[in-house]
């Protein structure tokens, strides 16, 4: 695993040094949109609306429309921002455990560990542990301020984002309003029904039977020749690409390039008409 951020959990005088990781990952088998006649590919592209040009991630900034006035902000805004420049995780409060409601969970992380001594963090992983505690805490990741659950999980301190309380909706239906009436013997069977499905929860028992279907279509089409050469699918002049995101990115890359190398023989020949005119 890759981390992808550094930072410090802080609570009080204590200073625990940390890499996040991501812990969750997607085994979905990835999908393309394609043409039904010819089978050619489906691109996105992002288009500007004023001057009708596709335009590169490198020009391309974010906007606040209040209905009437748009306003810009660039990247350079964004990180001047105090909350995402921080790369602390800042413990609030510490909870007991089971005040979390489950519906607030985001996404999960992984915190190892960084620097020459793991003390700290052997620490505050014991004490959530033996105190029954959930440390709730605040950090920014991602251009965001986020509110977050800071607990154990098999050894390792498990950071998981939680929604805002006003993000989690109220299931206001009207049929819950409305009185039912259940039996002793209705409730009775229904329990009994229950129990005959009893069991412990064991995740590995457990497969995505729709992604097993759906890589054995394609290993089956495969099989029999049920196919199309991949660069007859894709557009004049974007054979290896994988479609219109990844040539756009490649497009923003290349001009990059030749936008540094053209700085650099402009910052040459000043140089060098300096050193003309000093002779």
Same mark, same amino acid.
């Given at each position: 695993m890759?981390?992808i951020?550094?930072?410090?959990? !802080?609570?009080?005088l204590v200073? @625990?040094?940390?890499?996040?990781y +991501?812990? +969750?990952? /997607?085994?979905? @088998? $990835?999908?393309?949109q394609v043409h039904?006649?010819d089978g050619? =590919?489906?691109?996105? #592209?992002r288009?500007?609306d004023v001057c009708?040009?596709?335009v590169p991630?490198?020009?391309i900034?974010?906007?606040?429309? /209040?209905?009437?006035?748009t306003?810009?902000?660039?990247?350079? /805004?964004?990180?001047?921002?105090?909350?995402?420049?921080?790369?602390e995780?800042?413990?609030v409060?510490?909870?007991?455990?089971d005040q979390? /409601?489950p519906?607030?969970? &985001?996404?999960s992380?992984?915190?190892?560990?960084?620097?020459s001594?793991?003390? $700290?963090?052997?620490?505050?992983r014991? !004490?959530? &542990?033996? !105190?029954d505690?959930t440390?709730? @805490?605040?950090f920014a990741?991602?251009?965001? +301020?986020?509110?977050? $659950?800071l607990?154990v999980?098999d050894?390792?301190?498990?950071l998981?984002?939680?929604?805002?309380?006003?993000?989690?909706?109220e299931?206001?239906f009207?049929?819950?309003?409305?009185?039912?009436?259940?039996?002793?013997?209705?409730?009775e069977?229904?329990? %009994?029904l @229950?129990?005959?499905? %009893?069991?412990?929860?064991?995740p590995?028992?457990?497969t995505?039977?729709y #992604?097993? #279907?759906?890589?054995?279509l394609?290993?089956d089409?495969?099989a029999?020749?049920?196919?199309?050469?991949t660069? =007859?699918t894709l557009?004049e002049g974007d &054979?290896?690409?994988?479609?219109g995101?990844?040539l756009?990115?490649?497009? $923003?890359?290349q =001009?990059?390039?030749?936008?540094?190398? %053209?700085?650099?023989?402009k910052?040459?020949?000043?140089?060098?008409?300096?050193?003309?005119?000093s002779?």
């Amino acid at each position: 695993m890759r981390s992808i951020w550094k930072g410090a959990i !802080t609570f009080g005088l204590v200073n @625990v040094p940390v890499k996040v990781y +991501t812990a +969750t990952e /997607d085994h979905d @088998v $990835a999908l393309h949109q394609v043409h039904d006649e010819d089978g050619g =590919r489906i691109k996105y #592209q992002r288009r500007c609306d004023v001057c009708g040009r596709i335009v590169p991630y490198e020009h391309i900034d974010k906007a606040y429309d /209040d209905g009437e006035q748009t306003v810009v902000i660039t990247a350079d /805004d964004l990180k001047a921002l105090p909350a995402e420049r921080s790369r602390e995780i800042d413990v609030v409060e510490f909870v007991p455990n089971d005040q979390l /409601d489950p519906i607030m969970f &985001e996404r999960s992380y992984y915190l190892e560990p960084d620097g020459s001594s793991s003390k $700290a963090y052997a620490l505050l992983r014991e !004490t959530l &542990e033996s !105190t029954d505690r959930t440390a709730i @805490v605040r950090f920014a990741l991602r251009q965001k +301020t986020r509110l977050g $659950a800071l607990r154990v999980r098999d050894n390792v301190l498990m950071l998981q984002s939680l929604l805002w309380d006003d993000e989690v909706r109220e299931a206001d239906f009207p049929a819950l309003n409305e009185k039912v009436k259940i039996s002793d013997r209705e409730l009775e069977l229904s329990a %009994a029904l @229950v129990e005959s499905f %009893a069991a412990d929860f064991e995740p590995e028992k457990f497969t995505d039977d729709y #992604q097993v #279907q759906l890589k054995a279509l394609i290993e089956d089409k495969l099989a029999h020749g049920d196919v199309l050469e991949t660069a =007859r699918t894709l557009g004049e002049g974007d &054979e290896g690409q994988a479609g219109g995101e990844v040539l756009d990115l490649m497009e $923003a890359l290349q =001009r990059s390039v030749e936008r540094s190398r %053209a700085g650099k023989k402009k910052s040459a020949a000043r140089s060098n008409r300096k050193d003309a005119s000093s002779a």
